[in-house]
């Protein structure tokens, strides 16, 4: 059994953090901390937790975390990079969910979050955790920085495209769908049920930060080639889930639908998350709900000089954060990789 | 006061069409057919109706229309292609909602709906009932055919660029979100609360009927030249509306995203449903839920060199099929266009 | 055209008011007031109202009010009480929507709502706004009370039995069910999308306001006797509407199901807004969903020796406040009750 | 390890048993029926299942089923009757998740349910299998009626105060709310998306069939005095949960609420699946979504004299159907009563 502390869990992602934690056969969870909760039982803020454990919210102090084996930030961006250091530095291993450590080029971190990183050696050091594409360098890592959730979504239906270069980066389109929890838990006139019900709309069409992510991972795909990719993220009336539908062009059309498709098929086979739907049906991101899985298709709606569409299903908050992170966790203690990870989703 | 029927009005673009024409100041409900809720008062079958209309579900019998001076088809497709021609003979006006007569060119309409067209001649003498497009021809028309609620968001989004020229119709995606109510009022396992909701999904990736009818009438927009369209159509989670994100790429990049926004602005200024959003927002479909309005904007997430991006936001039931209807009718009897449209969206 | 002004125009009910305005046709909207909003034109708020008003929110002044005949609050309680009086000096008519003059007995009104009362003297002249009851006071009023939404829904169900004397007002029940839009558009943890979307719960457990209003009122029906009545209200995960299923005990069981059927019938046979539904049928929300209709039913479930009960529909936002502020309106300015609101429900 | 057998597997409740089966440590799904789908993947019917188990829909004949250990039956009511037993007669255990063995007088059972029943020996042996009422008998029995949802929710609220003679069983209201799935995976007009979303209403107010077997259990727990219950049902717009809200009266006054709670929480301290909230909560639906728990509250809002509310939430595809199912399974087989049944809510 190793130890677990949870910095920032009131969140959603801090709940689903507990939750996985509480219920995975070698950790114990020693922490959980929140500066606006301090010493109130979790099960006060989720009832759902009654009867499940006793923690108390705590100060997200290094004396707080000190038991902890290894220490997952479900915090807003900003507070990982000023608090992972001193954890570091004691040789405890960290997942940060956030994104400050996702982006190694410093300058241009800085520019997307529009304020100073202040941990650019670790910056450095840090492994982006996405299992399907950096497993034996998260093996390694002390410091992993979990993918955002529309990164995660995109690169599963990109990932072997790109590597096997059959498709052309200069025009990628992906118009991505997501619940509304990926906007977290917070007091915000816009999440509100009354405003999300019954409606459906494009947001930051002036350009999100996580296409500054994707492309970096895109780039590190294809021999450093910067990828052309427009990214349009869209709110959508659900609480959980991430659609994308991806549109890329072939480098030629040499190759048919269903040579494609097994590609895709064959690329994925042995990972335990990425599910390839068979030729015909293209994923709902209800059967992947409440799990750590991914599912995908591909097709060609336009016919066989028109794009490809490849189409990728996730959880947002469990393969597109939180279970992803356990999965990273799982990764880095040389575990089974699927371990507290096996829940299928609950339907409907 | 005119007299109007509906034949099939047990759905929902059915009950929209009594809503609409029970208001309307120049119109009188005289029949609603309905082969299933034969002799059934209307509010038997729709509560929100009672003590509105004492009226009952009758046949669709020449008998039971030839009252009615305008007869609206709100059936499935292959249906009003076989009743309507009758009802003109009689020098009656039909507007038909279903796609019976959408597409002129039979040979592709019988490829595009699986069945032979029994009444090619007014195939070729319907006039397609886009009023910010047609309405010239729609005023001189015996019979209109209703756009289908996908193309009439996506035409609307592409049209001042196409016809001005500003866009390659050789690269459009067309990436588009609907509500349920699309699919109709069918006892269906897929539409089915349980399966809806908390679930996004794509349909069609081998090609939808309405790629057709939109691919029509962009030539039309464009001397006759046939984009190259990229049609996706997806499901959310919600009852009402539609979001047309469509990508267009410029003839050059001459055109800064400014006067891209002043030209759509300018197009669409004296036009009395559609609404162009401030640079900077973009619509929402609850916005226009409940009326006729489309709302649009223009964007440019992936900077200068990137594609630009029209959103388009409609109700599909409405501008989408029966307030559309209600407007071309306006436009053909010579009243005033909005008459009996003015609704504003009710809020949340 | 009357000059009409709503005070406190960003939450929902303010944006109904405004909705329901400048579409009447007797009424000018002359001036809506936000502080927080100040100067910003309405539709950027509201882009449903896009091309439909030029005007800017204002200031809550005496001289921004000063042109307008009558006065809409739409504040949290506790502002009208402080406003109100300078113009009701001015001449001015008001309708209060908020709770500041709905309980007579100022001790009471302290008491419940935890502040003293600032306008005693108007608290006593105020009318308490439910025509169906009041409808002659209202004719007369100068300051209207507006109910509250669930206790529109409660007191409809209950008027005709508890007038007739048919009913024992010492052991009722009312179990209501509500959309969240009763709670406001305000920035709250619990109000979010995330929070509401599938789940249930009751909340004021302990008690809640709106319960000393109801049986204030049921003891004005029955001759001064109060009433003994629990009340708990509950949240759905929808936005809108009301469901109140009331459990009622006979005096005596001298009247059968059908006969108090034809009670409640004959009692609202010439209400213009409230509908009681067929022997058998139950109402739903979404039948008066955007509309100021009540739909009731009555059955007796648990058999002849059990209780009966009264199920009753409204719109919470309009039945249920500013559609019912316009019905009361229109009573005090002598006009046909029904103008301005002759909507039906948009379906689905 | 033993095996399980499935009857009736393309519904929402034979889901939640293949998910729920699939997990357990000591079972084996070996065969799941379904007429309707006769040798399709389960995987197809339910792309969550993809990779996770070969299996195909099989006949429900006794030849398919003679290698389970244990047979559940997710049927509609009327099959398990003719079914099981040849199955019982084999020496196999089966649980029954439909009403055929839940009324044990059969002229009642027949009248319920409209049918005669045809196995009246076996209705006889049948026990009804609410662990926290039953467990001693479930523990000996081969066959087990699993409750319906409804009757879980309400007893669960009801058995201690019943049980402990607090509460006078003559006037008992449950007024109870619930998540559309209840009704099943059936394509059914009432069911769609478009009728259920924003709607909340009251349904089978002539009495609904779950009142027979609440009451026959209710006369159970206390010395066979059967009791006098008023049950009216609502459907939310939601997937899943019931919230029951339960109003009961004291035998006397005698008892604070206070001492009412405490005695609540002391008969269900040993239970490891009911939780009561402490005083002055009220438990949310989505708290034991996805799980096996009831939470539980009471208060007194109408004050001192007036009746109780009991509170119960349970997720009614498992707590209300195939989670107690397994729970009565590892009661049967003297297992860890909480067995593959550790999962806390998926929020949001």
């Known amino acids: 059994m190793i130890n677990v502390a949870v910095v920032g869990g009131t969140g959603y992602t801090g709940y689903e953090l507990i939750r996985l934690v509480l219920a995975h056969p070698q950790t114990s969870l020693v922490a959980v901390t929140s500066r606006a909760e301090l010493g109130i039982p979790l099960s006060t803020i989720f009832p759902a937790l009654l009867n499940q454990t006793s923690l108390c ?47 190694q080029n410093a300058p241009l971190w800085e520019q997307t979050y529009n304020m100073p990183h202040t941990s650019v050696d670790w910056l450095q050091k840090a492994v982006y955790g996405l299992p399907e594409h950096r497993r034996e360098a998260i093996a390694k890592a002390q410091l ?31 118009d991505v769908k997501s619940g509304i929890s990926g906007a977290g838990r917070q007091a915000n006139i816009g999440l509100l049920y009354c405003e999300v019900n019954e409606n459906v709309h494009a947001y930051k069409l002036d350009g999100h930060r996580h296409a500054a992510e994707i492309s970096q991972e ?11 990719l427009t990214f ?23 190759l048919s639908l269903a040579n494609m498709h097994k590609e895709l098929v064959n690329f994925y086979k042995d990972e335990p998350f990425v599910a390839v739907l068979p030729a ?63 829940h299928l989703a609950v339907l409907p």
Not at 164 to 170: E, G, R, S, T
Not at 241 to 248: D, E, F, M, N, R
Request: charged share 15%; glycine share 6%.
């Open 57 to 103: 919210f705590a100060e997200p102090t290094p004396k707080t975390l000190e038991k902890a084996d290894i220490v997952f930030f479900a915090t807003p961006h900003g507070i990982a990079m000023k608090q992972a250091p001193e954890l570091l530095a004691n040789g405890q291993r960290v997942i940060d969910l956030s994104a400050d450590f996702r982006i």
């Open 144 to 174: 992993v920085a979990n993918p955002g959730c529309y990164p995660t979504a995109v690169q599963l239906a990109l990932l072997p495209f790109i590597i096997k270069k059959l498709v052309n980066p200069q025009h990628i389109i992906a």
């Open 218 to 228: 895109l780039s590190l795909m294809n021999s450093n080639i910067m990828p052309h």
């Open 232 to 254: 349009v993220p869209h709110l959508m009336p659900m609480s959980r889930g991430i659609l994308a539908t991806v549109y890329i062009n072939p480098i030629e059309y040499a």
């Open 280 to 342: 015909g049906q293209s994923p709902k991101t209800r059967d992947v709900r409440g799990t750590n899985f991914c599912q995908l298709s591909i097709s060609q709606p336009a016919g066989e000089k028109g794009p490809w569409v490849v189409v990728s299903a996730i959880d947002n908050l469990l393969k597109g954060a939180a279970s992803q992170a356990i999965q990273n966790m799982n990764v880095m203690f040389g575990w089974k990789e699927t371990q507290g990870l096996e």
